[in-house]
C-alpha cells in the first residue's frame, strides 16, 4: 500500500534562507505525488506535482520538487524563503488501489524567521 | 469563478445533536470528498463519491453519513454517533475520470466545535 511520510512536524527558516520539505514515499506501483500548501484556517491548494514527464517539477510561489527514484523521495525547495511562505505543507501520493483518492502525509509546518 | 463552497465557516453543536456541514461545487466535477484535519494528524478521509447516487466509505466513517443526489452537492452529517466530532472539515473535489494523476480541489473548510 502506498504511504508518504514527512519528516519533521516543524521547520524553521530565516527569511532568504533555503527551504527544503522531506517526503518519501512508499509505492509499489510508479507512483504520482504532489504537494499542497495550507495557510490558517483554510483550505488546502496544489503547489505542484509529479506525473512522470520529468523528474523535477516547478510549482507555484517558487517551489520545486525533485522525483528521486532511487531515494523514494519527493523533497520540497525553494531557493530563498518569504515570509508569506509560512504556512502548513503536506506532501500526497495516489491511492493505486482506487483512481482518484490521496493519501496524505501529516504535515510539516515551516516557521520563517526574520 | 469556479470553485467549492462550504457553509458554514464555524460551527457550533451541543452534544447528542446531529449537524450537516454543506459542500457544493460548479467546477463540474464528478469526484467528491470529506476529509477530517486535527492537529498534528493530517488529513483522514471520511466518505468519498465518484458519482451521483454512489458513495463509499474512507478510513473514519463511523458516525458521519453523506448524500450525492446531485451533481455539484455533497452534505456530511456529523450525527450524535461521532465520540469525538470537534475538528476542522474540509470537502474536496476532482475530475474523476478514473486517473490516478488528477489533483484535488479543496474547499476553505468548516470549523466545527462541540460545546
Known amino acids: 500500500a502506498q504511504s508518504v511520510t514527512q519528516l519533521g512536524s516543524h521547520v524553521s527558516v530565516s527569511e532568504g534562507a533555503l527551504v527544503l520539505l522531506r517526503c518519501n514515499y512508499s509505492?509499489?506501483?510508479?507512483?504520482?505525488l504532489f504537494w499542497y500548501v495550507q495557510y490558517p484556517n483554510q483550505g488546502l491548494q496544489l503547489l505542484l506535482k509529479?506525473?512522470?514527464?520529468?523528474?523535477l517539477v516547478k510549482g507555484i510561489n517558487g517551489f520545486e520538487a525533485e522525483f528521486k527514484k532511487s531515494e523514494t523521495s519527493f523533497h520540497l525547495t525553494k531557493p530563498s524563503a518569504h515570509m508569506s511562505d509560512a504556512a502548513e505543507y503536506f506532501c500526497?501520493?495516489?491511492?493505486?488501489?482506487?483512481?482518484?483518492?490521496?493519501?496524505f502525509g501529516k504535515g510539516t509546518r515551516l516557521h520563517i524567521l526574520p | 469563478d469556479g470553485g467549492i463552497t462550504q457553509s458554514p465557516k464555524y460551527l457550533f453543536r451541543k452534544e447528542g445533536q446531529n449537524v450537516t456541514l454543506s459542500c457544493e461545487q460548479n467546477?463540474?466535477?464528478?469526484?467528491m470528498y470529506w476529509y477530517r484535519q486535527d492537529p498534528g494528524q493530517g488529513l483522514r478521509l471520511i466518505y468519498y463519491?465518484?458519482?451521483?447516487?454512489?458513495?463509499q466509505k474512507g478510513d473514519i466513517a463511523e458516525g458521519y453519513s453523506v448524500s450525492r443526489e446531485k451533481k455539484e452537492s455533497f452534505p456530511l452529517t456529523v450525527t450524535s454517533a461521532q465520540k469525538n466530532p470537534t475538528a476542522f472539515y474540509l470537502c474536496?473535489?476532482?475530475?474523476?475520470?478514473?486517473?490516478?494523476?488528477?489533483?484535488?480541489?479543496f474547499g476553505p473548510g468548516t470549523r466545527l466545535t462541540v460545546l
Open positions: 474536496a473535489s476532482s475530475i474523476g475520470s478514473g486517473s490516478r494523476y488528477n489533483e484535488q480541489f
Open positions: 509505492s509499489s506501483v510508479p507512483p504520482y
Open positions: 509529479y506525473t512522470s514527464a520529468a523528474t
Open positions: 500526497a501520493v495516489s491511492d493505486q488501489r482506487r483512481d482518484d483518492k490521496i493519501i
Open positions: 467546477l463540474n466535477h464528478d469526484a
Open positions: 463519491s465518484q458519482i451521483v447516487n454512489d458513495f
